[in-house]
């Protein structure tokens, strides 16, 4: 049962923490996505991938927050330092896309941050 | 804004009453898609319609797109409990896909 995997489900910092949260896409799906949700502001695009190369990153805040794909299996989104206002849930999102017109994606669970 | 609106914010209705929630944009799409996120968990994708469609039916929903008007309704029929739910729609453009306010939806038994 292929899946979108993100850990950690929950997590609790404190102000200033730096907090890393991982996805591990559906093998073989070349589209990441992270977004970030809260009551506010909805579902945020904070940036996308494809084939593990970063094509807008333009909804982060640069100065703290950053995203990566290691490899094809690991996606990340790291905070330095984090801030109470960057807690929300964060989604990790993969599709399988070959033109511009960006096909089905599939979430996984969130992670839920809460900074203190 | 590329977010589409949803439209109603919320909605209450009967079981076995039909569903229709609204989707307005402002900019050209690629295609548009209709996700639904439980309480707590990711979302999940239900229907895709392209820009080139007017219409398309999957199961209990029944999806259109007015692009002269730059709109999108979603129709769910004969409601379940298990309907209950918040309804996303999704705008593609240019390789990313953003999502608008949601619709929250209570189906009341």
């Known amino acids: 049962d292929a899946r979108v995997t993100q850990t950690p489900r929950h997590k609790v910092t404190e102000m200033g923490q730096e907090v890393t949260m991982r996805c591990q896409p559906i093998?073989?799906?070349?589209?990441v996505f992270w977004y970030r949700q809260t009551m506010m502001q909805g579902l945020e695009l904070l940036a996308y991938?494809?084939?593990?190369?970063?094509?807008?990153d333009s909804g982060m805040p640069k100065d703290r927050f950053s995203a990566e794909m290691p490899d094809a299996t690991l996606a990340t989104l790291k905070i330095q330092p984090s801030e109470p206002r960057d807690s929300a849930v964060y989604f990790c999102?993969?599709?399988?896309?070959?033109?511009?017109?960006?096909?089905?994606?599939?979430f996984g669970e969130g992670s839920r941050l809460t900074v203190l | 804004s590329q977010q589409g609106e949803e439209d109603p914010q919320a909605l209450s209705i009967q079981e076995g009453e039909n569903a229709t929630m609204n989707c307005s944009y402002k900019t050209s799409i690629n295609n548009l898609q209709w996700y639904r996120q439980n309480s707590g968990r990711g979302l999940v994708h239900l229907i895709l319609i392209r820009s080139n469609e007017r219409e398309k039916h999957s199961g209990r929903l029944r999806v259109t797109l007015d692009t002269s008007k730059k709109s999108s309704s979603l129709l769910i029929t004969a409601s379940r409990a298990a309907d209950t739910a918040s309804y996303f729609c999704a705008l593609s453009q240019n390789e990313k896909l953003t999502f608008g306010t949601g619709t929250r939806l209570t189906i009341i038994p």
């Open positions: 991938f494809r084939n593990r190369a970063p094509l807008d």
């Open positions: 093998l073989g799906h070349n589209t």
């Open positions: 999102a993969s599709g399988l896309t070959r033109t511009v017109n960006t096909g089905e994606l599939f």
